[in-house]
């Protein structure tokens, strides 16, 4: 079974701290995606990486950074976080060339 | 970016009930995909769908690939109560990394 995990289930920050989301999979997948997910807006992508330090901008970049220096690691970074950044953040892998993604449990994000 | 826009939002039906949904793009996909999400949880592939026409189902799941690619259909057949959660559809197009989500109808179940 593919497995995605996600460092944190639930987190609390403070408005202008830098945030670091991580996310592991275990299956050699090559590509790797974060997505927000917002009541009535469905799931909108941040950001997504083809492979090892390979990194592509999503519909809502602004804000997020990313980072890829192993293939089965894929971290989301919010340089300085803010209140309109609280939301579910989710992260999937895929194998390069099928369409199926697999997600991880989620991250709940809470920035006062 | 483009997002596929899902309807109903939500649906409140009793157990037992057949459920519908629908989502529809402005642009055609090679390929739909449907998942659901349970609270707490990341979603999950219910169904996929690679050819216009195309119907396929998984158990009391049934999803239809749209004649003119511009939209898709599920259907639940009998609900029961472990199928609360937000169902997702996806589009995406050969050679393309990225999925297009749908904005999602939320299932709920009243006893």
């Known amino acids: 079974d593919v497995k995605v995990t996600q460092s944190s289930r639930y987190l609390v920050k403070r408005t202008g701290e830098k945030v670091f989301l991580e996310c592991v999979q275990d299956?050699?997948?090559?590509?790797m995606f974060w997505y927000r997910q917002d009541p009535g807006l469905g799931l909108r992508l941040i950001y997504f990486?083809?492979?090892?330090?390979?990194?592509e901008k999503g519909d809502i970049p602004e804000g997020y950074s990313v980072s890829r220096e192993k293939k089965e690691r894929f971290s989301l970074i919010l340089e300085s976080a803010s209140t309109n950044q609280t939301s579910m953040y989710l992260c999937?892998?895929?194998?390069?060339?099928?369409?199926?993604?697999?997600f991880g449990p989620g991250t709940r994000l809470l920035v006062l | 970016g483009q997002q596929l826009n899902q309807s109903p939002q939500s649906m409140f039906i009793q157990e037992g009930e057949d459920v519908s949904m629908n989502c529809t793009s402005s642009?055609?996909?090679?390929?739909w995909l449907w998942y659901k999400q349970e609270p707490g949880e990341g979603p999950v592939l219910l169904i996929a769908?690679?050819?216009?026409?195309e119907l396929t189902s998984n158990g009391r799941l049934t999803a239809q690939f749209g004649i003119t690619r511009k939209d898709s259909f599920l259907n639940i057949s009998a609900s029961i109560p472990s199928d609360v959660g937000i169902y997702f559809c996806a589009g995406s197009n050969f050679g393309n990394e990225k999925l297009t989500f749908g904005t999602g109808t939320r299932l709920t179940i009243i006893p």
């Open positions: 769908l690679y050819k216009a026409g």
């Open positions: 299956m050699d997948h090559e590509n």
């Open positions: 990486s083809y492979d090892v330090k390979m990194k």
């Open positions: 999937a892998s895929r194998r390069a060339g099928v369409e199926t993604q697999y």
């Open positions: 642009s055609i996909f090679n390929t």
